[in-house]
């Protein structure tokens, strides 16, 4: 039987017998704790040197010489490959009390390092450690499994004990990608899994939100052109109320918050409020989408560079050559307008170029045309927000496009 415990060995001495690959593992997982190290070994293995010639480590370079090289020390590790070796350094840890931690034999040891699976959250850190009596192994693929179902959100992080009277809470900005859920990076997953609060725009990965236990109240502020369920100002607010108020607060935005997301702007109130921030970066509609689409927004020989504007205001001066790709975001109410300002600026009119509607969903759709035509083609599809529009000769590469 074994009693899972959990050890501080901040500002304490660790002592590793061996200079091999194990006890390197073992050395780095000690002085992420923030333990000192000793090592005691005629040689090392690159990883370990290393750590020696950066100081981080003493090195007492020679074989193990008897119980006076464990003193002072909380913990020991020996991993000398030598049984009898190993066996020694266990006694002499035994009869002076310290706990020891044998690499080669796990079931006479008094101590074990097991495999552990950790999440970072604003409000701490989360340990999750696995043993299996003497089976490393399945330890760390119990370990594994966990790892990943931490990854994708699926194991529940919000805290438990009630934050003290005045306590606020935290906000992370984050981003949910294109529209996939699974373009949703797992940092994301965890922050998902430990808030209590989740701020929502319309181009949020919805399957995501769907998943949220109903213990996590969803605030669905709805933007879209045109039509905002809350103003800015007001949606910059609710994030500072609620984290205020205690609560962990999830800002899930589409694509990502830094790219026409204004996601700078929430970060600043928050911050200017007290309130910590982090900010988790999405995978960027204006990439990603045309890429599902099969257009890369850069070609060797034929795109050199990409630009990336809203479509809500009139074109800024910009890159004219075709071999410079314009991508368009909430663009498709001001196609028309656009497409006048492009060729006003000497864009050729024979320029490819695509709308692509609902990216990275089962119902995309791309509208091919030429700026000359693609007004008129679009407003005969019907083609609708959210959409990505791309000008330039990348359009050429679309699976679908009509060669002249």
């Known amino acids: 039987m074994a009693l899972p415990l959990a050890v501080d060995l901040t500002e304490r001495l660790v ?35 290393a750590l020696a010639d950066d100081g981080r480590v003493a090195w007492l370079p020679r074989d193990y010489a008897g ?34 931690v044998d690499a080669t034999a796990a079931g006479a040891t008094s101590a074990a390092v097991m495999a552990r699976a950790t999440v970072s959250t604003p409000d701490g850190t989360i340990t999750v450690a696995t043993h299996a009596a003497g089976d490393p192994r399945l330890a760390t693929a119990v370990r594994d499994q966990i790892s990943a179902d931490l990854a994708q959100g699926r194991i529940p992080l919000q805290r438990r004990r009630p934050r003290q009277p005045g306590q606020v809470g935290w906000v992370a900005l984050v981003g949910g990608g294109p529209g996939a859920d699974g373009l949703l990076t797992a940092r994301g997953h965890e922050l998902l899994a430990a808030a209590d609060v989740v701020v929502v725009d319309r181009l949020a990965p919805r399957a995501v939100v769907e998943r949220l236990p109903a ?28 984290a205020r108020a205690g609560y962990a607060v999830v800002r899930l935005k589409g694509g990502d918050p830094y790219v026409l997301g204004r996601g700078g702007e929430e970060r600043l109130a928050c911050e200017a409020a007290g309130i910590a921030v982090e900010v988790v970066p999405g995978v960027t509609s204006a990439v990603a989408v045309p890429a599902a689409a099969g257009i ?31 991508v368009l975001l909430m663009g498709v109410a001001t196609l028309a307008r656009s497409v006048q300002l492009l060729l ?7 320029c490819p170029v695509a709308v692509v509607e609902r990216g990275c969903t089962p119902s995309q759709r ?14 005969a599809a019907g ?3 959210p959409a990505v529009v ?7 590469l679309h699976p679908h496009f009509v060669h002249d």
């Open 15 to 49: 002592v590793a017998i061996g200079g091999g690959p194990v006890a390197a593992r073992r050395v780095h997982a000690f002085l992420d704790e923030g333990a000192h190290v000793r090592v005691v070994a005629p040689w090392l293995c690159e990883p370990l040197r």
């Open 67 to 100: 119980p006076d090289d464990l003193d002072g020390a909380w913990l020991v590790h020996t991993a000398t490959g030598d049984r009898s070796t190993d066996a020694a350094v266990r006694a002499a840890a035994a009869a002076s009390r310290i706990w020891c």
């Open 215 to 242: 213990s996590v109240r969803v605030i669905d502020v709805g933007k879209a052109p045109g039509h905002h369920a809350l103003s800015q100002e007001r949606i910059n607010e609710v994030l500072v109320e609620q």
């Open 296 to 326: 890369p927004v850069t070609h060797r020989g034929v795109a050199r560079g990409f630009t990336v504007v809203t479509g809500h205001e009139d074109l800024p001066e910009l890159p004219s050559g075709r071999d410079h790709t314009l």
């Open 344 to 350: 006003a600026s000497g864009r050729d009119p024979e």
């Open 366 to 379: 791309t509208t091919i045309g030429t700026l000359r035509t693609i007004a008129d083609v679009a407003a």
């Open 383 to 385: 083609v609708d927000n």
């Open 390 to 396: 791309v000008v330039g000769d990348v359009v050429r």
